[in-house]
């Protein structure tokens, strides 16, 4: 009986603190983790909105497929929480003509 009481009163509660602290570590480490993913992911897509930006206003135009690309990534970015800079680049891009320009049919 005095077992028992030991381990209904101490034993159990024990326990399930520690398995109440390890599941609450795991979770704060988790979001972290996950933190430090999106960040990482921000700056990917960042980067490269900004790659597309400089070739598509070099060239003059962007093609509907990659426009289609492009809105997929800016998406994800800003769903992320990031816009300022890379809002404007995307709207420049989407405001390019679809075909390249016009080459001068001489020669």
């Not at 972290?32 to 909105?49: E, P, T, W």
């Not at 070099?58 to 890379?86: D, S, W």
């Amino acid at each position: 009986m005095e077992i028992l009481d030991i381990v209904i009163n101490w034993a159990i509660p024990c326990l399930l603190g520690a398995i109440v602290a390890f599941c609450s570590s795991k979770f704060t480490v988790g979001r972290k983790r996950l933190k430090y993913f999106s960040v990482g992911l921000q700056c990917l897509l960042r980067a490269d909105i900004l790659d597309q930006y400089k070739h598509w206003i070099t060239l003059g135009y962007c093609p509907i497929n990659e426009r289609q690309f492009l809105e997929k990534e800016y998406n994800a970015y800003h769903g992320l929480g990031k816009n300022g800079v890379m809002t404007s680049a995307f709207h420049h891009i989407m405001e390019l003509p679809t075909e390249p320009p016009n080459q001068s049919k001489e020669g």
